[in-house]
């Protein structure tokens, strides 16, 4: 199939995040089978081979996790996908891939829950989690697209993220969207961008695995390539020791912070839609905002003045954005695929000033436009 000359690949999202993930330079995937995610670690199991890198099935999701990181600091680009009972097991081994800066990309295609919930239909319910699951203070980067091709693209932005800022990354799906087949044209190599961590070039026997004097992402260094290196999930100092100063780890804390929250200009991604006039405004992400975007059309034919505002970066929550959109609004619609918790963060964005009209559903099946657009007609 060809749309203009290029080749047009009819797939569901679970197979262009495999795809834009070989893409993006993976050559590890470390997993445990679960619905509704399985399709990437299937597919990973085959591309990986023929383009040199290694798959491996661990005995569980906790073990997954640990092989994604271990991997990642023996220099590969790793992947990691599952589902939201899954992920919670991941939480403790994804929080020491925090603590120890190893970048990875985990990919959470959500369903229902708490516990084993709905296997396998769709849900929204793990935004907190991906923001909050595990403990301590630390930054988050976490991407929720809503089209394949923006799948595609957005995995590859993930490597990218993760790799600049030595941290896992996010990524957000959920059942509509992993299963869901929808033409993708492939971007030609070498039309997109390709990061790749920061090495340090210096001498190995001086080598530090947390330098930042220079910047508040230390340069790296793959295990075994001569260097000392030592890894735990104790806050450490510079060398990677264990350290319990307290005006070191407070220093180290900010830095972890900071080296988010201070480059929001390279993370941060939203899209409008028809919100340059909009005197009422919708606010939604994934695939809840395909069926947000048709409500919005719709209105839009029957004379109502309303526009979209769809984080693609859910996590740093983009407050700024959000704030200026909302602030002129007559109301806000918040719908998403869960009993609220982006709606949280949209009433702190826009400083609890603006009335907010709640649209939740639960249950497995999606929010359908028609009910977006009567919460639309409510508030118009």
Not at 42 to 59: C, D, K, T, V, Y
Not at 220 to 242: I, K, S, V
Request: charged share 20%; net charge negative.
């Amino acid at each position: 199939m060809t749309d203009n000359g290029h080749n047009v690949k009819f797939w569901p999202g679970n197979i262009v995040v495999a795809e834009a993930a070989i893409a993006a330079g993976c050559n590890f995937f470390g997993g445990y089978p679960i619905t509704p995610s399985s399709e990437i670690a299937h597919h990973m199991s085959a591309l990986l081979p023929r383009h040199g890198g290694h798959f491996i099935q661990m005995e569980d999701e906790i073990g997954a996790m640990g092989s994604v990181i271990g991997a990642s600091l023996a220099g590969a680009k790793a992947l990691t996908a599952t589902s939201g009972p899954g992920m919670s097991l991941k939480l403790e081994n994804l929080g020491f891939g925090y603590m120890v800066e190893a970048p990875c990309v985990v990919v959470n295609v959500m369903r229902g829950g708490p516990s084993t919930g709905l296997p396998t239909h769709p849900a929204q319910a793990d935004l907190m989690q991906a923001r909050w699951g595990t403990h301590g203070d630390h930054p988050t980067i976490a991407i929720a697209p809503s089209f394949h091709q923006e799948i595609y693209m957005e995995t590859i932005r993930a490597f990218n993220l993760a790799e600049q800022f030595r941290m896992p990354v996010i990524l957000l799906l959920d059942e509509v969207l992993g299963h869901l087949s929808e033409g993708v044209i492939p971007p030609e190599p070498g039309s997109f961008e390709i990061i790749n961590r920061k090495m340090d070039t210096g001498d190995p026997k001086t080598f530090l695995p947390y330098n930042v004097e220079k910047e508040d992402v230390p340069p790296f260094r793959p295990y075994f390539d001569g260097a000392t290196w030592h890894t735990t999930g104790l806050n450490h100092d510079a060398t990677g020791f264990p350290t319990t100063n307290p005006e070191y780890i407070k220093s180290d804390m900010e830095r972890h912070i900071r080296k988010v929250l201070g480059n929001r200009d390279k993370i941060d991604k939203v899209e409008y839609y028809m919100a340059d006039d909009a005197e009422i405004g919708v606010i939604s992400f994934g695939s809840t905002a395909r069926a947000a975007m048709a409500a919005v059309k719709k209105a839009r034919e029957a004379g109502v003045k309303v526009g979209m505002l769809r984080p693609v970066t859910v996590w740093p929550f983009p407050k700024d954005q959000v704030y200026e959109f909302g602030r002129d609004k007559k109301y806000l619609v918040v719908p998403e695929f869960n009993m609220g918790q982006m709606v949280y963060e949209v009433e702190r964005a826009v400083h609890f000033d603006r009335p907010i009209k709640r649209v939740n559903k639960v249950g497995g099946v999606p929010i359908y436009p028609n009910e977006i657009l009567a919460a639309i007609e409510e508030v118009a």
